[in-house]
T-cell receptor, first 119, second 112 residues
């Protein structure tokens, strides 16, 4: 399957600071990337859909000014958690949908995730 | 009603047995269906995709889809302890246009 990377894999930051997480599709072009959050023992929660060259679409209840998403190229999307607080501590996972001739693939491939701890 | 429903488990099977994981979905317009495996502390890994009614086999895994019953299942033959994980059912409701909708997952435990 296609490979998606995320960086960093783990980050600890102080309350009030901002953290940037990068998501890259390594061997394919991704027209669409998705950002999820997962709290312990809970299911994946979609935060936003990121389309290359346009503004991200946020799910209900997700603050767009707090979770800034940029999808500047077909292989890179970034999520910036601004003014992080302890309740933002979670496992953040991106996924990407491959662009193939005739339209985007329907399969989503996940990055390895970023574990954020806000102290 | 949740859009994608799974029994949370845990489903416990002995090593070598067949594990059967089930999933139902609410939207009849759903187009494509996926099974992901997620180990504790890791991100989901795509195992199978299925788009049309019937069975699809890949090694020890078989996905089954019944659109009339709005039901999709995953069979794991010759279960191994390394198969112990949470299995997520995912459905794409609007083809190409939306993120997958995930069930809450079924935890599988394969007893050695």
């Amino acid at each position: 399957g296609a490979v998606v990377s995320q960086h960093p894999s783990r980050v600890i930051c102080k309350s009030g600071t901002s953290v940037k997480i990068e998501c890259r599709s390594l061997d394919f072009q991704a027209t669409t990337m998705f950002w999820y959050r997962q709290f312990p023992k809970q299911s994946l929660m979609l935060m936003a859909t990121s389309n290359e060259g346009s503004k991200a679409t946020y799910e209900q209840g997700v603050e767009k000014d707090k979770f800034l998403i940029n999808h500047a190229s077909l292989t890179l999307s970034t999520l910036t958690v601004t003014s992080a607080h302890p309740e933002d501590s979670s496992f953040y996972i991106c996924s990407a949908r491959e662009q193939v001739s005739g339209g985007p693939s329907n399969e989503q491939y996940f990055g390895p995730g970023t574990r954020l701890t806000v102290t | 009603q949740k859009e994608v429903e799974q029994n949370s488990g845990p489903l416990s099977v002995p090593e070598g047995a067949i594990a059967s994981l089930n999933c139902t979905y609410s939207d009849r317009g759903s187009q494509s269906f996926f099974w992901y495996r997620q180990y504790s502390g890791k991100s989901p890994e795509l195992i199978m995709s299925i788009y049309s009614n019937g069975d699809k086999e890949d090694g020890r895994f078989t996905a089954q889809l019944n659109k009339a019953s709005q039901y999709v299942s995953l069979l794991i033959r010759d279960s191994q302890p390394s198969d112990s994980a949470t299995y997520l059912c995912a459905v794409n409701i609007l083809f190409f246009r939306r993120a997958l909708t995930f069930g809450s997952g079924t935890r599988l435990q394969v007893q050695p």
